[in-house]
C-alpha cells in the first residue's frame, strides 16, 4: 500500500531564513502525482505547490520550491524567506491516477520572529 | 466565486445523536470528496460522489456513516448514533473532473466534538 512519510513533527526557523520540510512516500507506481498542503489555524487546506512524476524538473511556485528526488521517493518543500505568515501545519499528499490523497502525518512549523 | 463552503464550522453531539455536516461544492465543481483529520494526523479518504452517485465509498466505516450527493442541494455526511471516537475534523473537497491534475479545492472543515 501506499505510504506518505513525514519525519519532522515539528521544525522552526527564524525569520527570512531557510527551511525545508522532508517527505518520503511508498509505492511501486511510476506516474503519479505530489502535492504540499498548508494548513494554518483557520484549518482551510490550501495547496502549495504539485509535482507530477514524469516532470525531472522540480516545482517553484515563489518562495516555495520542492526537491523531488523520485529514485529515492523524496518530496522535500524548501520555503525561502520565511515569513510569519508562513506558520501552519504542512503536509505532504500522494496521489495516482485516481483520485484518493493520501496523506503524511504533518509538519508544524513554527517562524521565530 | 464562492470556494468550497462547509457548515457548521464547528458542532457538538452527544453520544448517541446524529451529526449532519454539509458541503457545498465550488461553482462549475461536480465532484465531491469527504476526508477525515483526527487529532495530530493527516487526512484519510472516506468517500467520493457524483451527483445523485456514490462512485466510492471505500474509507467510510460499514455503520453508522452515509453520504449523499442529491441532484439539488449539499452534499451531506451524516453519522447515526455518534460515539467520542468520531470526534475529528472533516473535510470536504471538490474538483471540476476526475481525474485532475489541479488537485482539489477543500473546504474549512466541520469540527464534530462528541461529549
Known amino acids: 500500500a501506499q505510504t506518505v512519510t513525514q519525519s519532522q513533527p515539528e521544525m522552526s526557523v527564524q525569520e527570512a531564513e531557510t527551511v525545508t520540510l522532508s517527505c518520503t512516500y511508498d509505492?511501486?507506481?511510476?506516474?503519479?502525482?505530489l502535492f504540499w498542503y498548508k494548513q494554518p489555524p483557520s484549518r482551510q487546506m490550501i495547496l502549495v505547490i504539485r509535482?507530477?512524476?514524469?516532470k525531472q524538473q522540480n516545482a517553484t511556485e515563489n518562495r516555495f520550491s520542492v526537491n523531488f528526488q523520485k529514485a529515492a521517493k523524496s518530496f522535500s518543500l524548501k520555503i525561502s524567506d520565511s515569513q510569519l505568515g508562513d506558520a501552519a501545519m504542512y503536509f505532504c499528499?500522494?496521489?495516482?491516477?485516481?483520485?484518493?490523497?493520501?496523506w503524511g502525518a504533518g509538519t508544524k512549523l513554527i517562524i521565530k520572529p | 466565486n464562492a470556494g468550497v463552503m462547509q457548515n457548521p464550522r464547528h458542532l457538538v453531539r452527544r453520544r448517541g445523536q446524529e451529526a449532519r455536516l454539509r458541503c457545498s461544492p465550488m461553482?462549475?465543481?461536480?465532484?465531491v470528496y469527504w476526508y477525515r483529520q483526527l487529532p495530530e494526523e493527516g487526512l484519510k479518504f472516506m468517500v467520493y460522489?457524483?451527483?445523485?452517485?456514490?462512485?466510492?465509498e471505500s474509507g467510510m466505516p460499514k455503520e453508522r456513516f452515509s453520504a449523499e450527493f442529491p441532484k439539488e442541494g449539499p452534499s451531506i455526511l451524516r453519522i447515526q448514533q455518534v460515539v467520542r471516537g468520531d470526534s475529528a475534523a472533516y473535510f470536504c473537497?471538490?474538483?471540476?473532473?476526475?481525474?485532475?491534475?489541479?488537485?482539489?479545492?477543500f473546504g474549512s472543515g466541520t469540527r464534530l466534538t462528541v461529549v
Open positions: 460522489l457524483q451527483k445523485e452517485n456514490i462512485i466510492d
Open positions: 509535482q507530477e512524476a514524469y
Open positions: 461553482k462549475g465543481h461536480s465532484h
Open positions: 509505492t511501486s507506481e511510476s506516474d503519479y502525482y
Open positions: 473537497a471538490s474538483s471540476p473532473s476526475n481525474p485532475t491534475y489541479y488537485g482539489y479545492t
Open positions: 499528499a500522494y496521489r495516482e491516477s485516481n483520485y484518493q490523497l493520501i
